[in-house]
């Protein structure tokens, strides 16, 4: 695949860890951290408004930046369709208009919108260009839950057609939505890679069993990579992530057993521990 945006050992600090890599047409990448951690000037670093302070950033293609920015707030919402333009492109721009949950707030000045229409609207400008890279810097996170499930779709709609984004974020339920993530702390990189590797930093899988004939459960549990340990409840088994084989077992009668909880890590146990 053709890469829209690479960074070469790029850092937005002097000191610290430097990062290299690329996002491919189509593919996503999620900006997260702290307050004051560095997402915006990440952003504003890849989009060339501000000068890496390590490496070098290239875009190879059109980019866009969600932002009202030198948007007169007497601005209605409306002018973003051209009057009587009923090409397909105008028609888009309608239906993404209602897509957006802004085909009531048409007629209102950028100034008297609520913050979630204001953040739909930065967003639209974007979604609505040809640009073949899209920054995001929080909007996201200002949609409500229906706005945002309607973003999403229209995100992974252009992402079919080759558009790429990178969004910075601090929601972390929506990292699922991208393809990989970098985590910012004190303006420097924690963490950079896919979701899953992501999740392994968080605590184990836990698979919890409870019991009355403790010891032949311990028994048939035993041989499968499990630490055992005793609970006021019964017996708790935490087990390697992949190690389910154990319950499925349990569950299928192996054993007298009551129930059984199996209980994943989190995305934001993962992101916890990186601070």
Request: cysteine-free.
């Amino acid at each position: 695949m053709t890469e829209v945006l690479s960074l070469e050992h790029m850092a937005i600090v002097p000191s610290g860890p430097t990062l290299s890599l690329s996002v491919r047409a189509g593919h996503s990448l999620a900006i997260v951290g702290p307050s004051s951690s560095g997402k915006t000037h990440f952003l504003q670093v890849v989009a060339g408004i501000e000068k890496p302070a390590q490496g070098s950033v290239r875009i190879h293609g059109n980019f866009a930046v969600a932002s009202a920015e030198g948007v007169s707030r007497r601005t209605k919402v409306q002018s973003l369709i051209p009057r009587g333009d009923m090409t397909s492109r105008g028609l888009r721009v309608a239906e993404l208009l209602y897509k957006m949950r802004l085909g009531e707030a048409r007629f209102k000045q950028i100034g008297d919108l609520t913050p979630g229409q204001l953040a739909a609207y930065e967003l639209l400008g974007p979604l609505i260009s040809d640009s073949n890279l899209i920054l995001i810097d929080g909007q996201l996170d200002q949609l409500d839950p229906w706005a945002l499930r309607d973003a999403m779709e229209i995100i992974h709609s252009l992402q079919g057609k080759g558009v790429s984004f990178v969004a910075a974020t601090n929601r972390p339920e929506l990292l699922a939505q991208f393809d990989a993530v970098i985590v910012l702390k004190d303006k420097q990189v924690r963490f950079a890679g896919s979701i899953e590797d992501l999740k392994r930093l968080g605590p184990s899988h836990t698979v919890q069993v409870t019991t009355e004939h403790q010891q032949g459960v311990r028994a048939l549990v035993a041989p499968f990579q499990v630490n055992v340990s005793q609970t006021p409840d019964g017996i708790q088994f935490d087990t390697p992530e992949g190690q389910q084989l154990a319950a499925k077992l349990l569950l299928e009668g192996y054993g007298d057993i009551q129930f059984v909880i199996s209980r994943p890590s989190t995305l934001e146990e993962a992101l916890l521990s990186l601070f």
